[in-house]
Nanobody, 126 residues
Framework: QVQLVESGGGLVQTGGSLRLSCAAS????????MGWFRQAPGKEREFVAA???????YYADSVKGRFTISRDNNKKTMYLQMNSLKPEDTAVYYC????????????????????WGQGTQVTVSS
C-alpha cells in the first residue's frame, strides 16, 4: 500500500495560481500512473489530471492549458501547478495512484485507484 499526503491548497483569487504537492511513502509507486481528482460540495468526484511512469500526461478538458501535472520519482512526489484559477475550480483535491502498473495515464479513474490521499482544500474567490 502507498500512503499519499497532499499539501499546497489554500485560498486564492480568480486568475491566481497554486501548486499542489502529493508526497508518497510506503510501497514503490514509480511504475503506477498517479493523478489528481477533485470534489466540489454536492458533486461527484471528478478526474483532473494524470501522469504515468513515462511522464505521459492526460487532462480533463476543463483544466487543459491551465493546469500542469508533473512527478519526481526520486523525491516520491507529484505536483499539480494550477494557473488562471476560476471559482469553479473550488473543491477538495485528492491525489491518487493507479492500481495498474505500466498503464497509460488515461487508465486512472475512480474505480481503478489503488490509493487515495486525504485531500486538500482549494478555494478560488470571485
Amino acid at each position: 500500500q502507498v500512503q499519499l499526503v497532499e499539501s499546497g491548497g489554500g485560498l486564492v483569487q480568480t486568475g491566481g495560481s497554486l501548486r499542489l504537492s502529493c508526497a508518497a511513502s510506503g510501497r514503490t509507486f514509480s511504475l503506477q500512473a498517479m493523478g489528481w481528482f477533485r470534489q466540489a460540495p454536492g458533486k461527484e468526484r471528478e478526474f483532473v489530471a494524470a501522469i504515468n511512469w513515462k511522464s505521459s500526461t492526460y487532462y480533463a478538458d476543463s483544466v487543459k492549458g491551465r493546469f500542469t501535472i508533473s512527478r519526481d520519482n526520486n523525491k516520491k512526489t507529484m505536483y499539480l501547478q494550477m494557473n488562471s484559477l476560476k471559482p469553479e475550480d473550488t473543491a477538495v483535491y485528492y491525489c491518487a495512484t493507479d492500481s495498474l502498473p505500466l498503464g497509460p495515464p488515461e487508465h486512472l479513474r475512480p474505480d481503478s485507484v489503488g490509493s487515495w490521499g486525504q485531500g486538500t482544500q482549494v478555494t478560488v474567490s470571485s
